[in-house]
């Protein structure tokens, strides 16, 4: 029994000694990522060319078209094992002419209204649209009103982001249906239009645009949509009090186009143990058109790229393919996601964990997982790694939206989470450009997500594990 005991605390500090070893490495290794990126990091740079140089970069824009030429040649330039094109159809819409709108509460006696076409939108009428207004908060509004105070008049949707919300993105997804199928629902009831109240917590004077649908709504019973900024959404709400039958007018110059060809932008480090399995890191290379996109998405496609930059520069060689892939109408489609997922399964390609960074290129506080509990498991087994760079942040919850459709049994799929509370203050709007991010930050976020690819890389995720001892 002596002896037993003996061998049972012998094996016990074996086992301890190694865990220390690991983790004594892993932080070496993590501390090499960290010093690279903020020493010699290329993620701010490629940024400051595809915001300054490039610009926004809408689906089927020439913008985008110059991006994915862009991205691909620096992609190139790293000596990757294989870098191209993956094609993709996707939508065409262009905004035209400058948006512009007025309150109207007397004859002659106006006031000017920030707003902006909503993405997809329908354009008004060549002399644009006027029309009494009736304010709701949300869409089961609507039904509450009925048609005979809703038709001919636009509709104003005005519920505000929920402010008491810590996470800023649960305030967002309380109240973007209003914006999505606002249109579409207010049709039914015979609205001329819709202005729809900025999803943004700051208050000031700039419109957000954003997607939208119309459904199944015929073409001629489609109706304008546009944002309207926070400041001017409190002064309409204001003056409706005052004034309840003011006219609204606005007037929007966009088009719809047939679909056009893009691509995804892939580029890959073959795994030197487990060529056949895949990890991705990626952000969505297209933004809207009012500002240059830079924290939507173009941090997270610079950083995604500096992923496998720093690999190659700290001279690791992983065990499984690394790929990064900058997928093309994230914000008016997620074509790019899909094809990209629809591409993997006839191929038989076998993804074991997806990261994606879609939050911004603020301060990184650490990551969301979409998985099993053994896997998250492993996962906060890893969080003392990240704790001195004060990355706490390890919790279930979303992903991102490119690589939702990766989504089966056996993959982990995660989300760079930065601090989100500035994010909305430039989300979809003019004001989403370059001198808006830090570089420090954007830097400290590719090194973060570096180092998560390479612990997964590593350990790889308990699925793929199980099946390498069967």
């Known amino acids: 029994m002596i002896r037993i005991a003996l061998i049972c605390i012998c094996l016990l500090f074996t086992a301890e000694s190694f865990s220390q070893k690991v983790n ?34 809408l689906s089927g824009s020439i913008q985008a078209e110059k991006a994915v030429n862009y991205t691909k040649e620096e992609l190139d330039k790293l000596g990757l094992d294989k870098v191209w094109l993956q094609p993709v159809m996707v939508p065409k819409w262009t905004r035209g002419r400058a948006e512009y709108a007025y309150i109207e509460t007397a004859p002659g006696i106006t006031s000017i209204a920030n707003v902006c076409a909503l993405g997809g939108s329908v354009s008004t009428p060549a002399a644009g649209l006027k029309a009494e207004v009736v304010e709701v908060q949300g869409i089961e509004d609507l039904e509450k009103l009925g048609r005979d105070k809703i038709e001919g008049k636009i509709v104003f949707f005005n519920r505000p982001m929920q402010a008491n919300l810590i996470s800023t993105f649960s305030s967002y ?59 001017d959404a409190e002064y309409l709400s204001t003056a409706l009090k005052l004034k309840p039958d003011l ?97 993997a399964k006839l191929k038989q390609e076998e993804h074991i964990f997806a990261l994606e960074s879609d939050a911004g290129g603020f301060t990184p506080r650490g990551f969301s997982f979409d998985t099993d509990e053994a896997n998250f498991q492993q996962v906060l087994s890893w969080k003392p790694l990240f704790k001195p760079y004060l990355i706490h942040y390890f919790e279930k919850g979303g992903s991102g939206a490119d690589i939702g459709p990766l989504k089966d049994e056996k993959i982990v799929l995660a989300g760079l989470r930065p601090d989100s509370q500035r994010y909305f203050d430039h989300h979809h709007a003019a004001n989403d450009t370059f001198d808006a991010v830090n570089k420090r930050e954007l830097e400290l976020g590719g090194a973060t997500m570096t180092s998560l690819i390479y612990l997964f890389d590593k350990y790889g995720t308990k699925t793929s594990l199980t099946e390498v001892k069967n």
């Open 247 to 343: 006219n609204f007018y606005f007037k929007q110059n966009c088009k719809v186009y047939p679909d056009v060809q893009s691509y995804n932008v892939i580029g890959e480090i073959t795994g030197s143990q487990y060529p056949n399995k895949y990890i991705i890191v990626g952000g969505h290379l297209d933004s809207w058109d009012l500002g240059d996109g830079s924290h939507d998405d173009g941090a997270g496609c610079v950083q995604s790229m500096e992923v496998l930059r720093l690999f190659k520069e700290i001279n690791y060689r992983p065990r499984h393919t690394i790929r990064v892939v900058l997928f093309m109408n994230e914000e008016n489609g997620l074509r790019g996601g899909r094809k990209y997922a629809e591409e």
């Open 173 to 231: 997804g309380g109240c973007v249906d209003q914006r999505y199928s606002g249109a579409m629902e207010a049709a039914k009831y015979g609205a001329v239009g819709v202005v729809v109240r900025s999803m943004n917590l700051r208050m000031d004077d700039l419109p957000h645009t954003g997607s939208m649908t119309y459904g199944d709504t015929p073409a001629s019973k489609r109706i304008p949509a546009c944002a309207i900024s926070t400041n």
């Open 24 to 57: 004594k490495e892993d932080s070496i290794t993590l501390r090499k990522i960290f010093d690279t990126a903020l020493l010699n990091g290329q993620s701010y740079n490629w940024l400051d060319h595809l915001s300054n140089n490039i610009g926004g970069r």
